[in-house]
Nanobody
Framework: VQLQASGGGLVQPGGSLRLSCAAS????????MGWFRQAPGKQRDLVAGFTSGGSITYVDSVKGRFTISRDNAKNTVYLQMNSRKLEDTAVYLC??????????????WGKGTQVTVSS
């Protein structure tokens, strides 16, 4: 299973970016897809997550600014980030809980994409 993230870059405070993460490979089902972020010297934290049942979770700091969405047909999860703040600067990583033949469910991670908010 491979997760390919894209869409990172440099944005000014208040600006917008949209991240995408597509899953590929051989698998039965994706249960959960989400975005995490890790700033330098800090732990990796959940930003937003989307279960296959449609339940969505956001960390409090991004509520009202970020929107996660999912295209099950494309095995892709998106993160629309608006009203960016300096503290949003981090490496953003996508994750997916995937059922793989002979291995069962496991969490897979993408390589991460750098998002920098700077004036």
């Amino acid at each position: 299973v491979q997760l390919q993230a894209s869409g990172g870059g440099l944005v000014q405070p208040g600006g917008s970016l949209r991240l995408s993460c597509a899953a590929s490979g051989t698998f039965f089902r994706i249960n959960y897809m989400g975005w995490f972020r890790q700033a330098p010297g800090k732990q990796r934290d959940l930003v937003a997550g989307f279960t296959s049942g449609g339940s969505i979770t956001y960390v409090d700091s991004v509520k009202g600014r970020f929107t996660i969405s999912r295209d099950n047909a494309k095995n892709t999860v998106y993160l629309q980030m608006n009203s960016r703040k300096l503290e949003d600067t981090a490496v953003y990583l996508c994750a997916a809980d995937v059922s793989v033949p002979n291995l069962g469910f496991g969490r897979y991670w993408g390589k991460g994409t750098q998002v920098t908010v700077s004036s």
